[in-house]
């Protein structure tokens, strides 16, 4: 690796937090009907709300807004703990260093949807959720709900992954070798650490069983492929997958064979059992051949250990039933309302129904969620339209997988809601050229993010 290169990246590292900074990261406060003030207690009572919402992000915003839209004299509060809105879409095309792409492209301002719909946020944690009193604990106080929705994405359960590892080691992995499916500060300290990277390879783990955004770490390992092979870095790009699952493989396989050589290498039935942060090495089990399971040991300059997700934990302190693998909200029905309560909605990553884990399939779940809330309102019901039983492409994801020329690949499912939940048929279609990726779909990307990040915050 040059000198001219480190130095570049050096300088590129002060000026993403630049923006980062510029684009709103420490400013104070957004305005709220609220009280922001951090000197109210915890104990308090702030006040009582129509509908409350848990989580600023793809389904929450997209539940207040919806809800303000059809009604202006509802009153309606969002509750999230950051201050600032960062994207995880899209943040795969910053770790390429795509043209035109930083941290500000990522970083959106709360300010603005709340001044633009009404509606009301506080920026606090929620603690508890006491559903006999209709109480929602936060760090700022105890707010009070007729109607309450849950959207508040995943966690990672690295307990349940690592038994071995004691507390300080978590944080210490969390810190040094960041999943980044959780936007804020992992995706700042991963893509620091590519862009201070020496020769050598990159890493990155698989989950195991369900997790957001399954195309995710895929498009990851393209992006940091095209940016390894931009930068001159040697090196590879390996991805220990516990299992042979990979969503989009084909189009990704075909993508990488052609574009990227044997820069990635896709290791199939790799489990990672442990990792030497000081030696920057990790171990794992490969189960590849059944009767010969082998511990192995390598190397990594930079590591994205994926940890297994869960459903946040505000879900369980809810206390509606759930899922026993992952700990998704069982729904009534087809529905957006959980089964067990009939004053508590859910959307997002957290819902039962068998549909993607995706912000566009977040935002769909949300304006089904509306229309449920807003008739109950109005004293009527409201069920998805079982003549149709069917909406099609309610979710598209797409994958850039090169650049110069910028080329995606992309996913869509139909929905069907004629059974006990709502389910989904996914399809990865093919270019006129015959191939996967094309530059018209590195366009749609584009043009899709802008388009979801226009309809949360304008
Ligand atoms: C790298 C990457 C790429 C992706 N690309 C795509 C893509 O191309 N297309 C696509 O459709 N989807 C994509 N996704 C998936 C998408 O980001 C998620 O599916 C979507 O964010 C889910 O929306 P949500 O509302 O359930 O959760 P989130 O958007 O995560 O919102 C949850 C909010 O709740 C807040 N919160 C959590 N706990 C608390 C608490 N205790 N108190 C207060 N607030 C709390 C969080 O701060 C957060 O703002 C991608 C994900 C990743 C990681």
């Not at 797409?398 to 006990?420: C, L, M, Q, R």
Request: glycine share 8%; proline share 5%; hydrophobic share 40%.
């Amino acid at each position: 690796m040059s000198l001219n290169r480190r130095n570049l990246l050096k300088f590129g590292a002060i000026s993403v937090a630049a923006a980062a900074t510029m684009a709103g990261c420490n400013k104070e406060a957004v305005p709220t009907k609220v009280s922001n003030s951090s000197a109210a207690s915890a104990s308090a009572v702030l006040g009582k709300h129509k509908v409350v919402v848990i989580g600023g992000g793809f389904g929450g915003l997209s539940v207040a807004k919806g809800l303000r839209k059809k009604d202006k004299s509802l009153d309606v509060l969002v509750i999230e703990k950051n201050e600032t809105f960062m994207s995880c879409p899209y943040s795969n095309a910053l770790l390429g260093k795509l043209d035109g792409v930083d941290f500000g492209t990522l970083i959106h301002d709360y300010a603005q949807p709340v001044e633009e719909h009404g509606y009301g946020m506080l920026h606090a944690e929620v603690t508890n959720i006491d559903r006999a009193a209709k109480q929602v604990h936060t760090t700022k106080g105890v707010v009070e709900y007729e109607i309450l929705v849950l959207s508040p994405g995943i966690a990672y359960d690295y307990e349940n992954q690592f038994k071995s590892w004691d507390a300080e080691k978590i944080k210490h992995i969390k810190r040094v070798a960041p999943g980044a499916l959780i936007s804020g500060k992992e995706h700042v300290i991963l893509e620091r650490n590519l862009s201070d990277m020496e020769d050598g390879d990159v890493i990155i783990t698989i989950p195991e069983g369900k997790f957001r955004c399954p195309p995710a770490p895929f498009e990851r390992a393209s992006m940091i492929a095209t940016y390894m092979e931009k930068e001159e870095i040697e090196g590879k790009v390996i991805i220990l997958n516990p299992s042979a699952k990979m969503a989009k493989g084909p189009a990704f396989k075909e993508s990488w064979e052609e574009l990227h050589g044997d820069r990635i290498e896709h290791m199939d039935y790799c489990k990672i059992t442990d990792v030497d942060p000081i030696a920057k090495t990790v171990t794992y089990l490969d189960e590849s051949d059944d009767d010969a399971v082998v511990s192995k040991t390598i190397k990594y300059e930079v590591l994205n250990l994926i940890p297994n997700n869960k459903a946040n934990p505000v879900v369980e302190m809810s206390g509606v039933k759930t899922t026993t693998s992952f700990g998704k909200v069982v729904m009534n029905g087809c529905s957006f309302q959980t089964k067990t309560d009939p004053d508590i909605y859910a959307v997002g990553d957290v819902v039962g129904h068998a549909i993607p884990p995706s912000g566009q399939t977040a935002t769909w779940a949300a304006k089904q969620c509306v229309e449920e809330i807003f008739n109950r309102l109005e004293g009527k019901s409201y069920t998805l339209p079982v003549k149709t039983s069917t909406a099609k492409s309610a979710n598209i994801c797409y994958s850039i997988v090169g650049d110069k020329p910028k080329e995606a690949i992309f996913v869509t499912h139909d929905f069907t809601w004629n059974g006990k939940v709502i389910k989904s048929k996914g399809h990865v279609p093919k270019a006129p050229s015959g191939k996967f990726r094309s530059a018209p779909n590195a366009k749609a990307t584009s043009d899709w993010y802008n388009g979801i990040m226009r309809d949360l915050f304008a």
